[in-house]
């Protein structure tokens, strides 16, 4: 199965850009996609970025306008940049992986242990 490890995340002032990083590691065929959550305490977590390798992007409307996200299939690495950073932007910002394991199997929702994003004034 995948392991997710995010990286990058930490505190930035407010107006600044951030990018960070995820790794996919272990057990798998392919990667079919990957995407960037975001979550507060109380509230659901909420889309940020989504890519299908060799494919599509779709972003969250969140940071719609001020994120971008990268896939490098290669590498098994997703990078996502925001930048314009506020206040609202402070949360644990997590990557989401779907994946084909190495029977070929589809399997949906691998996460991240997540990473701290704060963003002071």
């Known amino acids: 199965q995948v392991q997710l490890v995010e990286s990058g995340g930490g505190l930035v002032q407010a107006g600044g850009s951030l990018r960070l990083s995820c790794t996919a590691s272990?057990?798998?065929?392919?990667?079919?996609?990957m995407a960037w959550y975001r979550q507060v305490p109380d509230k659901r977590r909420e889309l940020i970025a989504h890519?299908?390798?060799?494919?599509?992007?779709t972003y969250g409307d969140s940071a719609k306008g001020r994120s971008t996200i990268a896939l490098n299939n290669a590498k098994d690495t997703v990078d996502l940049q925001l930048n314009d950073l506020d206040y609202d932007d402070t949360a644990v910002y997590y990557c989401?992986?779907?994946?084909?394991?190495?029977?070929?199997?589809?399997?949906?929702?691998?996460w991240g242990p997540g990473t701290q994003v704060t963003v002071s004034s």
């Open positions: 890519i299908i390798s060799g494919g599509s992007i």
């Open positions: 989401n992986a779907d994946y084909y394991d190495t029977a070929g199997f589809f399997t949906r929702d691998a």
């Open positions: 272990g057990s798998f065929s392919r990667i079919y996609s």
